[in-house]
C-alpha cells in the first residue's frame, strides 16, 4: 500500500514537469531551406528570412533537421521573436509559482488528501487550457503563469503527504529518489524529439492523461494524513 502510494503521489508531483521543462527549447530556433527567386536552393538562417533578404523568395522548415521541432515558435509564428519574448512563458510559470508559495501558509492545517485531490484538478485545467490554447500567446502567459501557482502549491502539499504516509527509516530513501527522478526528466525529452516524434504536443497530452488518472482513481483509496488524524485526535 505504502509503495502504490508512493508512486500515486510521485506522479501527481512530476506531470507538469513536462510541460515546463521543455521551454528551454523554444529558444533552439529551426533550421530552413530557402529558395531564390530563379527556383535554386541557397543556403540561409532565420536571421536572413527575418532581415527579409532579398535573395530570399520562399522558405520553409526542415523537418529532417534535428534541431526542427513543432512547438510554440512555430504554432504562433513566433520565428523571428527575441530569445527573451520566448522566455517570457517560463517566466510566467515561476512568478505564478512565487505567488502560490505565498499562499500556501494559509493551507498548511488543511487536509492534504483534499488539497492533493484539489490542486491535481486544478493543474489538470490549466495543462488542458495549455493544450488548448497553444496557438495563442496571451492564453498561453496565462495559463503558464496559473499553473505555477497550481503546481507550487501541489508539490508543497504532496511531498509532506507523502512522508507523513512513509515510515521513519524509509523518508530520506523516499525523498531523495523522488526529486532524483523530478530532475532526470528532461534527459528523456531530446531522445523523444530526435527518434520518436518532433511534435511537442504527444508529451503534452501524456501528463494530462497521467493527472486525470490520478484524480478519478488513484485519489479514491488513498487515506487520509496519520498526522492530520492525530491533530483531530483521531488515532
Not at 508559495?101 to 492533493?116: E, N, T, Y
Not at 496571451?138 to 512522508?163: D, H
Not at 528532461?186 to 493527472?211: G, N
Request: aromatic residues 14%.
Amino acid at each position: 500500500m505504502q509503495l502504490l502510494a508512493f508512486f500515486f503521489l510521485w506522479g501527481a508531483m512530476v506531470p507538469s514537469s513536462t510541460l515546463v521543462y521543455p521551454l528551454a527549447l523554444l529558444i533552439n530556433k529551426p533550421r530552413v531551406v530557402c529558395y531564390a527567386p530563379s527556383g535554386l536552393q541557397i543556403a540561409c538562417s532565420v536571421e536572413d528570412i527575418c532581415g527579409e533578404h532579398p535573395g530570399i523568395k520562399r522558405w520553409h522548415v526542415d523537418w529532417s533537421d534535428v534541431h526542427s521541432i513543432k512547438n510554440y515558435v512555430i504554432d504562433l509564428d513566433m520565428l523571428c521573436e527575441s530569445d527573451m519574448a520566448l522566455g517570457a512563458l517560463g517566466s510566467c510559470y515561476f512568478i505564478g509559482a512565487l505567488v502560490g508559495l505565498i499562499g500556501l501558509f494559509k493551507l498548511s492545517s488543511a487536509s492534504r488528501l483534499l488539497l492533493a485531490k484539489v490542486t491535481s484538478v486544478l493543474a489538470a485545467v490549466c495543462m488542458t487550457g495549455i493544450v488548448v490554447a497553444h496557438q495563442s500567446i496571451n492564453m498561453l502567459f496565462l495559463f503558464y503563469g496559473a499553473l505555477g501557482v497550481v503546481c507550487s502549491l501541489n508539490v508543497c502539499i504532496i511531498l509532506p503527504y507523502m512522508l507523513e504516509l512513509t515510515p521513519d527509516e524509509y523518508k530520506v530513501r523516499q525523498g531523495t529518489l523522488i526529486w532524483a527522478f523530478h530532475r532526470l526528466l528532461p534527459i528523456f525529452f531530446i531522445p523523444y524529439l530526435v527518434w520518436v516524434s518532433k511534435e511537442w504536443l504527444a508529451f503534452q497530452l501524456a501528463p494530462l492523461f497521467v493527472t486525470f488518472f490520478l484524480v478519478y482513481f488513484a485519489f479514491r483509496w488513498m487515506p487520509q494524513s496519520p498526522v492530520l488524524l492525530y491533530r483531530q485526535g483521531k488515532y
